[in-house]
C-alpha cells in the first residue's frame, strides 16, 4: 500500500463513521418527530356521533373552515348552559378530535363552550399534517373560533400535551383572554432528552415549539395542568413553565396522574379549577401578539390559489371538459 493510500484511508476512516453517525442521527431524529409529534388517524375512537362520548348532541355544532393553505378542517362547538366562557381546544398529537371528546363534558360542566378541531391529516381534516402546517391551522382556527363565539365571555386558549405547544405559538400571532395548558412540555429538546435519553438528539431538534420562552413572555393569566407521575412530559416541565411564567399563573398537580388520565382520576376537581380560573379572567385583556411576517402571509396566499387551481383543474378533468392553458 502507498504512502498516498494510507493517508487517503486515514482520512476516510473518520469521515465514514462521521457519516454513519450523522445518518443514524437524522435516522432518529425523524423516527423522534414521526413517534413523538405526529401520529394522526383517520378513524374515529367510537364514532362521529358526539353523543358516545357524552356530549348533548343538541347542544354540539359540526363545523368546517379553511385553514391558510386551503386545507379543509374539520371541528365540534361544544356550547355549555351557561357559559362563563369560550376556549379553543388543541389535543394532543395521537389520533384526532376524538380521542379527548370524553373530556368535553367535563368542560362543559365548568361552564366553558370548546370549540376543538383537527389538524391537517387528522380525522376527517384534509392534507398532512407538517411543523408549520398545524401552526397555520391552529391561527385559522383561533380565527374561527372569534366568528362563532358568545363575545360578552373571555376566550380561553387550551392545549393539551403537543396541543399546549402548538397553541403557544398561536397565542403569538392570536389575541386570547387566558391560557391552559395541560400536560405540556417546555420544549423539544427537553422533550427529546427524555425520549432518547442516551441520544443526543435533542441537538438537532429546532427550536419551532419552545413553550418556555412564549410563556416567559406572556401577560394573560396561566393556567398549568399536570399530572405528578407524567410518564411523557415529566412534572417538572410544569414546575419550570410555572416558574418561568412572568404573569398571573397557577399550577394544579394531580397525584399519581399521568399523562392521559387527569380527568379520569379528579374530574370533580379540575372541573372546579377550571371554572375559578375561567371566573377570574379579566375580559378582553388580550395577549400582545406578533404580526405574522408579509412574506408568510404572500407564502400561504400563493399556496392557497395553486391549490385552488389544482382542485379545479382536477374536478374540470373528472368531468371531461376542455382544459385552458394558462
Partial sequence: MTTVSKRLERFARPLIVGGVAVLALDVARRVFRHTQ?????????????????????ERVDEHWFESEDGSMLHAWYCRAERPIASALYFHGNTGNLTNPAHVMPHLMDSGINILIFDYRGFGRSSGRPSLHGVIADGIAAARFHDTIRPTNVPSILYGFSLG???????????PFDGMILQSTFTNLPELARVAFPRLPLHLFTGSLFDTLAVVQKLDVPLLLIHGSEDEVCPSAMAQQLYDTCGSKKMLFVVKGGLHKDLFVRDAET???AVNRFASDLPRNARHHIEPVPFVDHLIDSAFRHLRHFATARRDQFRRGEPQKTL
Avoid: K, M, N, T
Fill in 270 to 272: 379540575l372541573v372546579w
Fill in 164 to 174: 399546549g405547544a402548538i397553541g403557544a405559538q398561536v397565542i403569538r400571532h392570536h
Fill in 37 to 57: 409529534l405526529f401520529c394522526p388517524s383517520r378513524d374515529p375512537v367510537i364514532s362521529w356521533d358526539p353523543a358516545d362520548y357524552g356530549l348533548p348532541p
